[in-house]
């Protein structure tokens, strides 16, 4: 149930039911998103390598913990296309799991060509990223999730655009979507420049949008060392931040075509955080931050288009929620779609979906962002 604003004090015997709109007020109140300051606070240093280390030209590093069984899927795909060892660097980072066995798994997939490393413990994704960059020494870092998989000819198609585009730090790609089955449900990602290329508006349109996932990524490690790591602040935005960053510190290029898989499954932590509405906290927020790093607001077309964009993804997010009978993930996409742009329709969605909740006292409270 929606926390009740405190009831007034009012003469003994007079109603004392408090007015819907002052009960709905605080529900639909935007939040307020972290200042730059605080946000640089959590971006850590990356240190160099050490010199007189003989350095690969590729890092591909996978963060791993609680494998679901996909770990060994990613390092196949990785293996089935690896040069040799004094080319590319390959490990698996465990962030202190509990279950599963990924050092077994490593024994067993790598025999010998994948290292392992054991984080002390699991301080959250962004902890683990950074960990990955430290103790990678090649020229260009992949970082690859352990549930994701690359495709045939990944790393010579990327190395091809690096040679041809010199002033690049940061190479993206669209990435293709695929469920627990390993079935194609979509493709993602910035449309590439013809046979690939540099993008010449990423900046911009990153502002308000997440053109990158992270199996489709590689960056340059200078280009970490520049700008930092991954910021501990954010849990959904963690990427998105980074590949704003990098955008201003150097050229992105693209690559003409779809060479990783994104794997989007019902335990993953983007399913958590839209169930409960954090991921459009901190899209909301990282939209904000980036106009402020910029340093000048929006116009009022540009603020309505991105505010009416997300707004409509919340809300077919909502309806697919319902579908599924996911009353809470349904509540909290309905509230945000509502906030960023009021319609009749959407508050009749939300007011429904708000007094079924209160009426029929479903649950106890709905799992709202914090």
């Known amino acids: 149930m929606p926390p009740v604003v405190p009831a007034r004090d009012v003469p003994e015997g007079a109603a004392?039911?408090?007015?819907?709109?002052?009960?709905?007020?605080?529900?639909?109140?935007?939040p307020t998103p972290p200042s730059l300051e605080e946000v640089e606070a959590h971006i850590p240093r990356v240190h160099p390598v050490a010199k007189g280390v003989q350095r690969p030209r590729w890092s591909v590093m996978i963060p791993t913990y609680n494998d679901r069984d996909l770990l060994a899927r990613t390092l196949e795909s990785v293996l089935s296309q690896a040069p040799e060892p004094e080319v590319m660097q390959i490990e698996v980072v465990d962030a202190a799991s509990t279950t599963g066995d990924p050092k077994r798994?490593?024994?067993?997939?790598?025999?010998?060509?994948?290292?392992?490393?054991?984080?002390?413990s699991n301080r959250g994704p962004a902890h683990s990223f950074n960990a990955c960059i430290e103790r990678a020494i090649g020229y260009w870092v992949?970082?690859?999730?352990?549930?994701?998989?690359?495709?045939?000819?990944?790393?010579e198609a990327y190395d091809s655009v690096i040679r041809r585009c010199p002033d690049a730090r940061t190479v993206v790609g669209q990435v293709v979507y695929v469920d627990e089955s390993d079935r194609w449900t979509a493709v993602s990602g910035v449309i590439p420049p013809p046979g690939g290329g540099i993008v010449p508006d990423f900046t911009e349109r990153m502002i308000s949008r997440q053109l990158a996932q992270f199996p489709g990524v590689v960056v340059h490690r200078?280009?970490?060392?520049?700008?930092?790591?991954?910021?501990?602040?954010?849990?959904?935005?963690?990427?998105?931040?980074?590949?704003?960053?990098?955008?201003?510190?150097?050229?992105?290029?693209?690559?003409?075509?779809?060479?990783?898989?994104?794997r989007v499954?019902?335990?993953s932590d983007t399913s958590r955080r839209v169930v409960s509405g954090a991921n459009m906290q901190e899209t909301y927020s990282m939209i904000r931050l980036n106009l402020a790093r910029l340093g000048s607001?929006?116009?009022?077309?540009?603020?309505?288009?991105?505010?009416?964009?997300?707004?409509?993804?919340?809300q077919s997010m909502a309806w697919l929620l319902h579908s599924r009978g996911n009353a809470i993930g349904e509540?909290?996409?309905?509230?945000?779609?509502?906030?960023?742009?009021?319609?009749a329709s959407r508050w009749l969605a939300f007011a429904k979906a708000w007094l079924k909740e209160r009426v029929l006292g479903r649950r106890s409270q709905p799992e709202l962002a914090k």
């Open 16 to 30: 004392s039911e408090e007015r819907p709109a002052e009960m709905l007020e605080p529900l639909l109140r935007l």
């Open 105 to 120: 798994v490593v024994d067993e997939v790598g025999r010998g060509r994948v290292a392992f490393h054991r984080l002390a």
């Open 142 to 155: 992949h970082i690859l999730h352990d549930d994701d998989t690359v495709m045939p000819g990944f790393y």
């Open 222 to 262: 200078d280009a970490y060392e520049a700008v930092g790591g991954y910021c501990t602040l954010f849990h959904h935005v963690i990427d998105w931040d980074m590949w704003f960053r990098l955008s201003r510190f150097a050229p992105v290029a693209c690559v003409d075509r779809p060479y990783a898989r994104y």
């Open 265 to 267: 499954h019902k335990d």
């Open 297 to 314: 607001p929006a116009s009022p077309t540009e603020e309505l288009a991105w505010r009416s964009h997300w707004a409509a993804k919340c």
């Open 331 to 343: 509540y909290n996409q309905l509230r945000w779609a509502l906030m960023l742009e009021p319609t």
